[in-house]
């Protein structure tokens, strides 16, 4: 018995040595891990707001409404168009020069009449013919970020448009963690940091002005959050450790101190709970030692009696669970049977629901081909005919589709320009839209907009956000639909109409949702158009508009030129 506590003691000393040495490794890794998934995801934000904020100028510079106020010298409403769109994409601010560089319309009406034209957005935007981006540096150390780009009309310089992106925010919810985080250009001088005075200095010039330990204990009590305590342990010889990673813009670093936030503290922590095991270990066996001759018998009868009821309790429990097996069996059988009936359920709506539409087609083309037929024009009705069949070819390819919606795999994606599953879907709705009179508004660029896609299945999400806004505009006296194609970084369908607009935005793209009486639709048009995009690597979004009506917008992945060559 000695032996074995000698053994027991020995074992106890090796068990914490080694702990303290992989613990200590561990929690400085997790330390390490954690600074480096919070600096991907702030690049993350910093990329997605520069992305959201550049393709803002290419829509406004072909905003109708501002080159005739630009053209002709009128600005009673371009600031309150501004104003509507910096509400659509919370942009800092946004204003609008003349080809003069003074400010005539802006979010800000305060600025109206600011004479710009030495600033470096106004003049780089008036010598490039795309999106500017200039980072301007203020007398207090911070930095202003904008895109920028020229108005043109008939080749003629009216103005430049100017939006200004607010990545100051992002430094707000940097502050209040146990790191420093600062974001520097190529040149390597500092435009955004969680400490102030790094701000317009080298890395090397801001860490002599303030160390990093200091600027992280600054950014927390700044969030008046004071129970970090001391940031700086020095730990491993370091007080913090330093993260850097690249930003895909323009050559910018993001960079980050973290400090080792009580790696120490947690170590010894559970190392204080497996001395107090041990203690309580050996305090057992020398009562248990103690006592052992005297009450060896009374231990005997007691097991005994205890291994009896455990072993009825074992019976109990396995009858209990083998009666849980047997209804766990037929609960199981009910839900499989119950998932079958819903997957045919939903088949059968869906097929419903993308047939209705060539449907409609052939009982407009049918009449048609009847009344030509009856004035003896049966080469015209042979045009009818074959439209028929080229319905019915789409009919067939609608259905091979439906079969494989549970699966994935098996689409022939080819290069597709936008522009012309657009029409496709036009063409496929002509009878409707000629029926109800809609006003329809196409602004379509002059070159290609290509996108890599099943053109079958992008005309049919074309053909139902169609379909949706004639719904959507049915009790409207005068129907207007806006359709728009651009091409920037994405590929971007937008479909405006002037409905009532979307009462319910979270559940718009939730599967059986409709707001339609009972016969004229079940719900899954805008589901499957959803999928649809997600498949093709895109995303389908939804709002109503700054007045009245929705506005669905179609963002797929543009396809390049070398691409589309290789493809061809």
Do not use: C
């Not at 290419?58 to 002709?72: E, G, N, T, V």
């Not at 200091?214 to 004071?226: H, L, P, Y």
């Not at 993260?243 to 670093?253: D, T, V, Y």
């Not at 194609?485 to 939730?510: C, S």
């Amino acid at each position: 018995m000695r032996g074995l506590m000698i053994l027991l003691l020995a074992g106890a000393v090796a068990v914490i040595w080694v702990s303290n040495i992989w613990l200590t490794q561990r929690f400085t890794e997790t330390t390490r891990n954690r600074a480096e998934l919070r600096l991907a995801l702030y690049s993350g934000s910093i990329v997605s707001e520069l992305q959201s904020n550049s393709v803002v100028p290419l829509l406004l510079s072909r905003d109708p409404l501002l080159i005739r106020a630009l053209d002709q010298g009128d600005f009673t409403t371009t600031s309150q168009r501004l104003i509507s769109y910096g509400e659509e994409i919370a942009a800092a601010s946004m204003f609008l020069l003349n080809r003069e560089g003074r400010i005539v319309a802006a979010t800000d009406r305060n600025r109206l009449g600011e004479l710009l034209n030495a600033e470096p957005y106004f003049v780089q935007a008036q010598r490039a013919p795309d999106t500017v981006f200039t980072s301007t540096e203020q007398a207090t150390g911070a930095f202003d970020f904008t895109f920028s780009r020229r108005v043109m009309d008939d080749n003629r310089l009216l103005g430049v448009v100017v939006v200004e992106v607010n990545l100051a925010r992002l430094e707000d919810r940097w502050r209040g963690t146990t790191e420093a985080v600062f974001v520097a250009n190529s040149e390597g001088r500092i435009m955004l940091s969680t400490e102030p005075r790094w701000r317009g200095r080298t890395e090397e010039d801001a860490l002599a002005l303030r160390s990093p330990p200091s600027a992280i204990q600054r950014a927390i009590e700044a969030t008046g959050d004071w129970a970090f305590g001391d940031p700086s342990p020095y730990f491993f010889g370091d007080s913090t450790i330093r993260l850097e990673s690249r930003i895909p813009f323009r050559g910018w670093r993001l960079t980050s101190f973290t400090a080792y936030a009580s790696v120490r503290e947690r170590v010894n922590g559970v190392l204080a709970l497996q001395i107090m095991g041990f203690a309580l270990l050996l305090a057992g066996a020398f009562y248990v030692l103690s006592r052992r001759a005297r009450m060896q018998s009374v231990v005997f009868q007691r097991e005994s009696a205890e291994l009896r009821r455990l072993n009825d309790r074992l019976g109990r429990e396995i009858a209990e669970r083998q009666k849980v097996e047997r209804t766990l069996e037929e609960a199981e059988q009910s839900l499989a049977q119950s998932q079958k009936l819903a997957a045919l359920g939903e088949m059968s709506a869906a097929v419903s629901h993308e047939l209705n539409q060539p449907l409609a087609a052939m009982k407009t083309y049918l009449a048609g081909a009847k009344l030509l037929l009856q004035r003896r024009r049966p080469e015209e009705a042979l045009s009818s005919f074959q439209r028929i069949d080229d319905l019915i070819e789409r009919m067939g390819a609608i259905t091979r589709q439906l079969k494989s919606y549970a699966r994935k795999g098996g689409e022939a994606f080819e290069p597709v320009d936008l522009r012309e599953a657009l029409k496709g879907g036009l063409t496929m709705m002509e009878p409707q839209l000629r029926q109800m009179t809609v006003e329809i508004t196409q602004n379509l660029p002059r070159q290609p907009v290509m996108v890599l896609a099943d053109r079958l299945r992008l005309e049919q999400v074309i053909i139902n956000l169609l379909r949706n806004a004639l719904d959507a505009m049915k009790a409207e006296d005068r129907r207007e639909l806006d359709l728009i194609v651009a091409g920037g970084e994405e590929a971007v369908l937008t479909v405006r109409d002037n409905g009532r607009g979307i009462d319910d935005l979270d559940a718009l793209f939730e599967p059986f949702y409709t707001t339609k009486k009972p016969g004229d639709g079940v719900g899954l048009g805008l589901a499957i158009s959803s999928g649809i995009i997600n498949d093709l690597g895109g995303r389908l979004t939804a709002r109503n508009g700054a007045r009245r009506g929705a506005v669905f917008e179609m963002r797929l992945p543009i396809l390049d030129r070398s691409a589309t060559a290789a493809a061809e």
